[in-house]
């Protein structure tokens, strides 16, 4: 069993990228089982949730985009549909059926995945049938198609969330702040720990973060040092 590490960075103009948070598992581990990790270490050390956040498709999952959407944000990150076809939904959330149509909401529940669920029914039965037929198969059994949602903020926004607007694309540019701070492992030939257990791996995880936030930190002094005299 290998172990790998991740970390959540922001980006500063003229400094450079800073290491936030850091957490290292075994790589078995889907990726979507540290964020929320990472999430809490990064409010503690800002004091502040941050608003928005960017990620790739590994992190699609409703709960990630709660962490935003609570707080007015987005967190940009592409949808993954598993090679299912995209929902198809209004710009409220409320699903159409097969032929297009909008659904009827019918009642709200607990979902068994920890969401608030919203149950929608064939339009054409309910609230009342309004005499139409329907070439669907649950119509042919008088029950007619059923749609069940997740009406979380996180859940409505992942399925709504704009990704060709500039405000996804600005967010979702600085996902390359993760790619320089693996370059500079690599070139300090320490992206893959060549030790023999899980807590000497998290140490020298913790190291290499801890020598690029100092690197951060000596271009910060330099800069405003530059500031002084000027």
Known sequence: MGIWQWSDQCHIPEYGD?????????????????YHSLYQQ???????????????????????????AEHGGIAAIPINAHGH???NRETDGTPRCDRGLRMFASYQFDHTNGY??????????YPVPMG???????FLKEKGCVKDINIELGGLQRVLLDRTSQTYKTIYRQRTSAERINSQAKSWDIERPKVCNGHSVANLNTLTYILINVR???????????YRRC
Not at 132 to 138: P, S, V
């Open 85 to 87: 076809p995209l929902p």
């Open 216 to 226: 951060v930190l000596q271009r910060v002094y330099a800069v405003n040092l530059v």
């Open 42 to 68: 990064i409010v503690a050390t800002l004091g502040f949730r941050p608003r928005q956040v960017t990620a790739d498709a590994a992190f699609d999952a409703w709960d990630v985009y709660q962490t935003c």
């Open 116 to 125: 608030r669920a919203q149950r929608f029914c064939c339009p054409l039965l």
């Open 132 to 138: 139409q037929t329907c070439e669907h198969k649950q």
């Open 18 to 34: 800073l290491i936030l948070a850091e957490y290292t598992q075994p790589f078995n581990k889907n990726d979507i089982t540290y």
